[in-house]
């Protein structure tokens, strides 16, 4: 992945959670992968486009996204959830949305053109993400609520 | 040494044949060693508790440094957890807790020194004060144990041994992991192995693994005891270095091995590695020239004189593998700017150091490091300088492991100097395919100076190029 496009996400990554839930975040070690990744159990995919193709993924467990999603829902004055219904799938998937949009913003101001593409959110459990022919970058971050785990894949269009 | 097996990271399955050479008399201050006396046992030794022991070489797979490894509860003390080698989950046990000696304690984060032992159908690691060498005596030399070594049960002792004014002990693993008493007893209830070896007689009765047939070598000491040198010295740059003995830098670390037992004999030291300071003088020699910094002009005229003179191509694309700071791909880019202006260049730089890459794009210096020959190109900024945006467009800096599929396009100019060596086999395997998929027919590669491109049906040598450059066959 191009070096210049590393910061963005994590910045926005480490910004947006911080404001958003008002925690500390720690940042793990980012490292490289491309074999199939264990979904933890909820994950949300932004696809990105335009100078690049590719995608981000914010992977947590069920028990972490129910955690964010009330957090943020508590924030915003609004009722408590007890299971990841509707209200808590939203909420997750604007946070992934926040994170991606922060961070595209930014690469526009460094000249790279990128467009999102909706984000979607899936659940279960024993899942697996792979894309053959694609190397993610990993970025975990650490918060109270738990794990997020942050699967940026992208690649140039040549 | 052709038919030797590459990938086999064994001390034990190497051949023992011997190297041609001048004899070395090592033993001149006792001059009653026999000379000639067959070198037919090798062993690891290693201390604990601040004595020498040893190990049969057949015995050991690997000398290793455990870094983290995971505890497991229940577990006797003296197994200090499971360890991932390469996939493979091994127990570590530390002898000296096993033998009730003093052992230091190290803190969480400091590796360990060991060895990874392998019996007959299972590996396991064991933790020691710290790993020596490799010294190879004559079976004939070794003493039954006496009594006095009572730190270590007398059982689990196959014979002490002298060498060099050392005593060595010399422990039987099989013995210890396996048999009655052993760790395996109670860790592994379901084997049922007998015991077939009187237990207590030592006087001449070697355990059996030592007294089978093996390859009986005639050749001079100092032959043998130089091949058993050059396979540790090759396992220990892997430790130390993270250099890979392969087909690729093979010609060279021949060569390397013997100057380098010149240069240590001469000033009286010992020619096995022992610390990663001994294996980066070892490596000394062996990178290519401006490495980690940009290129001399004598190296850009080198450089330039592979280059297609003739046709100036339209498009021309360069994929610089291990980029590092930049530094190379910066002289790279250089390089061919002036050597094809009018082409239209696109070069791919990665590398999997995050650290390095993420400075490469910035890359700032001080002016006196460029040649003057590219003085042009350089601007200066508020903290130093730079390279122009003529420049700079040209490349693509990624954070990237070459050993993961890659999205660049078909290349006419691949440069992996210095890289291949530095990866585990395996690996050195896939990129040198990867690399093949990806150049175009007739296209370059630059390997390190002293690498060599190992599938000569794919790629042949250029004639009058420095020694590294490689033509794809079309």
Redesign the interface.
């Known amino acids: 992945?191009?070096?210049?496009y590393?910061n963005p996400f994590v910045e926005s990554a480490y910004s947006v959670i911080q404001e958003v839930l008002n925690v500390e975040v720690k940042r793990g070690e980012?490292y490289?992968?491309?074999s199939s990744i264990p979904v933890l159990g909820v994950a949300a995919i932004v696809g990105l486009a335009g100078d690049v193709e590719g995608r981000v993924l914010f992977d947590m467990t069920r028990e972490s996204a129910l955690k964010v999603a009330n957090d943020m829902l508590k924030s915003m004055d609004m009722d408590q959830i007890d299971s990841l219904n509707d209200m808590g799938r939203a909420t997750i998937t604007e946070l992934a949305n926040m994170i991606t949009g922060q961070a595209v913003t930014k690469l526009h101001n460094l000249g790279f053109k990128f467009d999102l593409t909706p984000p979607a959110i899936f659940t279960g459990d024993n899942m697996e993400v792979s894309d053959?022919?694609?190397?993610a970058?990993i970025v975990p971050m650490e918060i109270p609520q738990g794990k997020i785990e942050i699967n940026v894949a992208i690649?140039?269009r040549? | 040494m052709s038919s030797e097996d590459t990938s086999t990271r064994s001390f034990g399955r190497v051949p023992g044949a011997a190297i041609e050479g001048t004899m070395i008399s090592r033993d001149s201050e006792r001059g009653v060693e026999d000379h000639t006396e067959t070198i037919d046992y090798k062993m690891v030794t290693f201390s604990l508790g601040g004595k020498d022991y040893g190990i049969d070489i057949m015995n050991v797979k690997e000398i290793a440094k455990f870094h983290t490894f995971t505890y497991v509860p229940n577990a006797p003390p003296f197994v200090r957890g499971v360890y991932n080698l390469r996939g493979d989950i091994i127990s570590i046990i530390d002898l000296r807790l096993m033998f009730n000696l003093p052992a230091e304690q190290k803190d969480d984060n400091q590796p360990e020194d060991g060895l990874i032992i392998r019996m007959e159908n299972h590996m396991l690691g064991v933790i020691v004060d710290n790993v020596a060498r490799v010294v190879g005596i004559s079976r004939r030399a070794i003493q039954p144990p006496h009594p006095i070594f009572a730190d270590i049960n007398l059982k689990y002792i196959s014979g002490v041994v002298e060498h060099e004014s050392r005593l060595y002990i010399i422990l039987d693993v099989e013995r210890i992991f396996h048999r009655d008493g052993g760790v395996s007893e109670r860790s592994d209830p379901g084997r049922t192995e007998p015991d077939t070896r009187p237990m207590g007689q030592f006087g001449g009765e070697f355990p059996a693994h030592a007294t089978e047939p093996q390859p009986v070598t005639h050749s001079r000491a100092s032959g043998d005891e130089r091949q058993v040198d050059f396979e540790f010295v090759r396992e220990t740059l892997a430790t130390f270095a993270g250099f890979h003995a392969s087909e690729v830098n093979r010609q060279w670390l021949r060569r390397r091995f013997e100057d380098w037992r010149r240069e240590r004999e001469s000033v009286n030291k010992d020619v096995q590695l022992a610390s990663t300071e001994d294996a980066e003088m070892f490596l000394e020699p062996f990178y290519s020239p401006s490495t980690n910094a940009f290129w001399s002009e004598q190296y850009v005229r080198r450089f330039a004189s592979i280059l297609p003179a003739a046709e100036h191509p339209s498009a021309f694309t360069a994929w610089n593998i291990g980029c590092g700071k930049g530094f190379e791909t910066y002289s790279l880019a250089l390089t061919l700017r002036d050597a094809l202006p009018e082409s239209r260049l696109k070069i791919w730089a990665n590398d999997n150091d995050l650290l390095g890459v993420s400075t490469a794009p910035n890359l700032v210096f001080s002016a006196g490091v460029v040649p003057e020959l590219f003085r042009r190109y350089v601007v200066a900024g508020r903290n130093g300088y730079s390279f122009s945006h003529e420049i700079r467009d040209l490349i693509v800096f990624e954070y990237h492991d070459v050993t993961n599929p890659s999205a660049v396009p078909e290349m006419d100019l691949i440069v992996v100097r210095d890289v291949l060596s530095f990866m585990p086999v395996d690996d050195q395997q896939a990129v040198i395919e990867r690399i093949g998929e990806k150049a175009k027919p007739g296209a370059i590669a630059v390997l390190g100076e002293n690498e060599r491109m190992p599938v000569p049906e794919i790629w042949e040598p250029i004639e009058q190029a420095p020694s590294g450059v490689y033509r794809k066959v079309e």
Request: hydrophobic share 40%; glycine share 6%; no cysteine.
């Open positions: 992945m191009r070096v210049e590393i980012l490289l992968k491309s053959p022919g694609v190397e970058l690649r140039e040549t």
